[in-house]
């Protein structure tokens, strides 16, 4: 909970993605995947060196920034129809 009141603090400051993307490597926050990896054993993608553990990519802060969820909207009914 931290890390992404942290994302919002910086992005509502002004602070550019690269900016916020350089804060969580310099604090040494692990990655989304990285920490899913060290939770579950399993990762979605390619997982990457260790050297690069604490490197968020751009899509994944932005994708933080633009769930509802985090934005204090209430989401229900949340269903998906397969075809």
Known sequence: AFV???IFEMYVHGD???EIRDWLRDN???SASELRYQRTGTT???RTLPEYKCDWP???IY???CRK???GHT???KTAILL
């Open 4 to 6: 992404v009141r942290k």
């Open 16 to 18: 550019r993605m690269c």
């Open 28 to 30: 040494n926050i692990l």
């Open 44 to 46: 979605r993608c390619k």
């Open 58 to 60: 751009n899509k994944t």
């Open 63 to 65: 994708n933080i920034l």
């Open 69 to 71: 969820e985090y934005l």
């Open 75 to 77: 989401v229900t009914g």
